[in-house]
């Protein structure tokens, strides 16, 4: 048996959403979170006491990293170091390789992949039994070649693992090593480790294509981006577990006014439903429905952001690890969730559908139809990944989703 943890997109030195009016222990706090997350994927590599570690592309947010992001990744990359866990790494399209940028030494236990051209690393674990890991890493911000096609099949090893950032699609209508699953599967390896889209995703479970999705969100879309997976390979079986490591969760929350009588007794109200089970900090976006009743003054008081200030303010006499960045009054009142029979295979197929560049690009053919709108599209080099984000968010707020036999 072999067991890892799959991590990719940490985007360790980016900032966090620019638009919302952090305050200074906010800015802090935020600061410190993605130094954090490292060192929390470091800490349950050493509480599983996992074989190895792989990160597949954009561990940083950006080609030349800070000496002061720079030093902390090599400290934790010590840790392990220490207890004989090695490091398997890729770089992405943030982070596209260039030796020069880098002003230390990765320690030994790094295993680097530094050319696009695709390479093989063997590991021997101590039960004897061999590992190889097959991968490329950027270096350059894009890359149209299908490198899939380049990787070798099977080797005669116990385990063969595929490291890939990448999209799904192909060569003409990508930018970002375009694949698709079945060329994947062709390969016939015991997993695929992917980086590049930040939403969990089992692209295949039958050829075991898993995007782990990015450990820690850095707006507001990125609601499911916090963990990293544990992942586990018995000869002809395998299991992939979440593990949580993030420090800041992004929480919608829906509140009704329909009770309140008196605008004293607002905070009372939602101070009752902002109970966060975590101990993790949270920035809040409250949506507010059926106010209505309480006539303009609140909306005029919302809209101004008085109420916003107020709420900050109140909630910090409680709580360090709430904070509230956003009011949206919703004129819609709750729905319930409709409930889908739909097993979990067929959800991850239609949604990886759209993950193809050419066929999202064909459902926005008449947008992108109009001069001005393509220009702006292709300054977005995210707006794909972030419209199915989205998307994915509302599908989970409106419908509730089981498997036939429950």
């Known amino acids: 048996m072999v067991k890892f943890i799959h991590a990719a997109d940490l985007h360790i030195d980016r900032s966090f959403e620019g638009s919302i009016p952090f305050d200074k222990r906010v800015q802090e706090k935020l600061i410190q979170a993605n130094q954090i997350v490292l060192a929390n994927i470091v800490d349950q590599a050493v509480f599983h006491e996992v074989d190895f570690v792989l990160f597949a592309g954009d561990t940083f947010h950006q080609n030349k990293p800070s000496l002061k992001t720079q030093k902390h990744f090599f400290e934790q990359m010590e840790r392990l170091n ?17 030796k020069e940028r880098y002003w230390f030494e990765f320690p030994e236990n790094v295993h680097l992949f530094v050319d696009e051209e695709v390479k093989t690393k063997v590991l021997k674990l101590n039960s004897g039994e061999k590992v190889a890991i097959s991968a490329f890493s950027y270096c350059h911000p894009w ?5 899939v096609l380049e990787f070798p099949s099977r080797a005669n090893v116990d385990y ?15 930018n970002y090593a375009p694949f698709s699953s079945s060329q994947m599967q062709e390969k016939n390896y015991d997993y695929w480790a992917l980086g590049h889209i930040h939403v969990p995703t089992i692209v295949s479970n039958h050829g075991r294509i898993v995007y782990s999705g990015a450990p820690q969100g850095h707006t507001r879309k990125e609601q499911t981006s916090t963990s990293v997976s544990l992942v586990e390979l018995k000869r002809s079986e395998y299991q992939t577990t979440p593990i949580e490591v993030a420090e800041v969760y992004w929480h919608r929350q829906k ?33 507010i429905v059926n106010y209505e009743h309480l006539g303009m003054d609140i909306v005029e008081r919302i809209d101004s952001g008085e109420v916003l200030e107020y709420l ?26 409709i409930t889908v029979t739909v097993s979990k295979k067929l959800k991850y197929q239609l949604f990886e559908s759209y993950q193809i560049p050419q066929d999202f690009k064909q ?25 199915l984000l989205a998307a ?15």
């Open 392 to 406: 994915q968010e509302l599908i989970n707020q409106d419908f509730q989703f089981k498997e036939d036999n429950e």
């Open 160 to 174: 063969h693992v595929g490291m890939y950032h990448g999209e799904l699609g192909t060569k003409d209508h990508g």
């Open 82 to 98: 220490r207890i004989n866990i090695p490091v398997y790494m890729i770089f992405g399209n943030h982070d596209y390789y260039q």
């Open 363 to 387: 459902i926005l053919s008449e947008l992108y139809s109009h001069p001005e709108a393509t220009k702006l599209l292709n300054e977005l080099p995210d707006y794909q990944s972030e419209t």
């Open 255 to 287: 509140i009704s006014f329909e009770q309140v009588r008196t605008t004293n007794e607002i905070f009372p109200m939602v101070q009752r439903q902002l109970e966060i089970s975590n101990n993790k900090f949270h920035l809040i976006e409250l949506e």
């Open 143 to 147: 890359i149209q070649q299908e490198k």
């Open 312 to 337: 900050i303010e109140e909630l910090r006499k409680y709580t360090s690890n709430l904070f509230i960045w956003r009011i949206v009054l919703m004129k819609d009142t709750v729905q319930k969730q």
